[in-house]
DNA sequence: TATAGAACTCGTAACGTTTCGGTTTGTTGT
DNA sequence: ACAACAAACCGAAACGTTACGAGTTCTATA
């Protein structure tokens, strides 16, 4: 007994032997104190202890400079207190904008975002998946790139949570926030046929993609509406790239010499689109009105200025950080009831409006 | 003891009890390959076990999807295999590249990235890194918004590696990445020169901002080498934003009738510039000659295409990551040796040359 | 003032690894 | 066949928490 005496030496004997700082446990406060462990933990945690015990325990900590260990703490507790985000694109500014508010509002919440980046490549979206689940998150956030949910198995069978963002699986049950992308495509064609425009060209999304079909179908029941058959010729799909927007306006310039306005159905494309008007010597507004989506700086920084769908970025961020939190406060509460409640629950779906954000690009040629 | 036996019922017992998957343990794999902890320990870190008893191990992991609890493996270890990142803004193109590049390397090494945005603001970046220490990441990645490195002072004191990325602390030691932003400027400054233009404006950063003092200087080294004495009134100094540099831009132009060029000094200013002369209606290459910074993306969406100076950020992810790697690599050696070699250490600093990319922005105003 | 009940406290046993020192097994050269 | 040595193996003790059940101290009521 008095070996271990000696051996243990607290965290104050072990900083002078050092020379540098070692971090003081649990252990320290509680000799320091002569209090249990068990109290400690308790009022580490939240719990009641008498008055003088916690000015006692207060001043241990001060002293000490203690600080929980929470690895030590995850290992018990089986959670660490961080979240997995994967996403197609970093260097993308909606994605970009998403995240920042969404690790704003986790990390007051004591939770961390680690972040992977899966250059929209559905391999490298599966490997991000493992790889965070091997490093034990608690929950999931994804933008997803695989059709199909497969690569969320991981998190679907050890019943951690997993939120969608902007878009929908077909077959997967999950969480999910998104925009009302069919409403935000028609919003955008009611302007072109407010502003007399009949022969309107779509820049859409690939096939495969959610909101690629969303606003593709929010045009063509656009131009329904008002009584105009939807012809294939107006409608360019790329690919979600610059490089593809700047093709898909060239082409429909090309075969449409009648097409009077165009609808792009994501900011990357709308980049490209822009450029390739310019590379052609095609004026916005004057020659072809557009109508682009996301980022209002770029659009603020187009000449004219380019009316834009926006997407309430701040708000999705919020939305999806609260259902994550909701569903992990779930499962901490699970552990009473039974584990039941967990795998029955039903992914709810969050479906936000867009907005129009105004600017020139959008010529009246009724007059 | 028997009622330990009957307690501690192995993976697939378990699995079979509770009706789902329970995670398979280092333990599992001892009493199913009839092998002691230690082996399996051993093997799983790369240690040499008999070829028997590898295919027993193997075997067993395979059967009871057994993957170690790097929780666990962390608390002993003491490392989380986890790096922190605090950045001004993520929804910045510049920076998001940055981390896209080392969060592809990290991770191929097994190291998670922990992000946080602290908006630029020197406050929010304190709390990150606290954070982040509480978390126990085991380095830090930081493009730095407070002047002192007073908020490095944790890591600092705990011998963690720090990384800074894009601007250097004065009076701070740390291992750094950065680009020659004061050649950056001199060349934008030889562009204007050779093309006639005398009388250049630039648009600079925030005057406490590493970036922004060189940036000003090269811009003044380039006049002052080729004869001509940099005026005040021809310098407007914004805060690195959108506003600022439509401000900066108006503000030049009002004051300076004369001016022909402009160099702007970094992106965010750069949208703001063109913006500010689109609704000035004057014209860039015709009215007066632009240099911008970064994204060739935004560059290339310009009318006229704008010349821009790039910086190398792909090089600045992979020498980063590099130097990270290398400092964890010192400090799990140092163990061995004395703990004096880490405290030892110099920052290593690392400046990288940035290119001019093409474009039509600047007029030759010679003929 | 005694006492029931609540409120607080305690020791011990986990959580799943790694690591230490010592033991066993295998290999080589004679 | 046997020493001598290396390589492989082993159990137990950590790492710093939390959680359980039981024990202790309060507080309020009779």
Redo the contacts with the bound molecule.
């Keep these: 007994m008095s070996s271990r005496e000696s ?1 243990s030496a607290d965290a104050a004997e072990r900083h002078e032997k050092a020379g540098n700082t070692v ?1 003081a ?3 320290d406060i509680a000799k320091k104190t ?6 400690i ?2 009022y ?2 939240g ?4 008055e003088k ?1 916690r000015i006692l325990i207060e001043a241990a900590i001060e002293e000490l400079h ?4 929470e690895v ?2 995850g ?3 089986n959670q660490t207190k961080t979240i997995g985000v994967v996403i197609p694109e970093l260097n993308n500014v909606f994605c970009a904008e998403i995240i920042t508010g969404i690790e704003d509002i986790m990390r007051n919440h004591g939770y961390a975002l680690v972040i992977c980046d899966c250059r929209t490549d559905p391999l490298r979206e599966c490997d991000a998946v493992e790889f965070l689940y091997r490093k034990r998150v608690d929950g999931l956030i994804n933008m997803p790139v695989n059709q199909d949910g497969r690569h969320l198995k991981p998190f679907m069978d050890a019943g951690k949570p997993i939120v969608l963002l902007d878009r929908k699986l077909n077959g997967v049950d999950c969480d999910s926030v998104l925009v009302d992308n069919l409403e935000a495509a028609k919003q955008a064609v009611n302007i072109f046929l407010q502003n007399g425009h009949r022969r309107i060209g779509m820049i859409g999304g690939p096939a495969e993609i959610y909101t690629g079909q969303e606003r593709l179908t929010g045009y063509r029941l656009g131009l329904m509406e008002a009584g105009i058959t939807p012809e294939e010729r107006l409608i360019a799909l790329g690919d979600y790239t610059i490089r593809g927007g700047m093709r898909c306006m060239r082409e429909l310039i090309e075969h449409n010499p009648d097409m009077t306005a165009v609808f792009v159905a994501n900011y990357e494309m709308t980049m490209g689109a822009v450029i390739g008007m310019n590379e052609m010597g095609i004026h916005m507004a004057d020659d072809i009105s557009v109508i682009g989506f996301d980022n209002g700086e770029f659009a603020r920084a187009c000449k004219p200025r380019l009316m834009i769908v926006s997407q309430p970025t701040r708000e999705i961020a919020e939305r999806a950080a609260d259902l994550m939190l909701t569903r992990l406060k779930e499962s901490a509460n699970a552990k009473d009831e039974g584990a039941v409640s967990i795998s029955r629950r039903r992914g709810r779906i969050i479906k936000l409006p867009t907005s129009m954000t105004e600017g020139k690009s959008v010529r009246n040629i009724t007059e």
Tied chains: 1, 2.
Excluded: Y
């Design positions: 051996v971090a446990t649990i252990k002569g209090l249990g462990l068990a109290t933990s308790s580490l945690n719990g009641n202890v008498r015990n203690f600080e929980v260990n030590a703490r290992l018990k507790t």
